[in-house]
């Protein structure tokens, strides 16, 4: 946007809007889990054994936390990048 020609600031820029991506993912959850939908990784909840039906019930059990928290693990790893 501002003309910077750096292939560092390009691939910080990239890790940031990664993270951005998922965060906001994981925020609409609940608001898409109220319309049936359910729109994070299926290998992740199924290596914690969470279901799509989990989410649309709002499930809070641990597998539903877990799976929450390993994809905003992925968010957390995207920003050390940048650091």
């Known amino acids: 946007i501002l003309g910077v020609r750096d292939i560092h600031a390009d691939h910080a820029a990239s890790h940031i809007g990664k993270a951005q991506g998922i965060v906001t ?16 990784p299926m290998d992740v909840c199924m ?12 499930k809070q059990e641990q597998n539903v936390r877990d799976v929450i928290y ?14």
């Open 25 to 40: 993912c994981l925020r609409a959850t609940p608001y898409h889990s109220t319309r049936q939908k359910v729109f994070l």
């Open 70 to 83: 390993d994809i905003a693990s992925q968010a957390h790893i995207h920003l050390e990048h940048v650091r």
């Open 47 to 58: 290596l914690h054994g969470a279901s799509q039906e989990d989410f649309i019930r709002g």
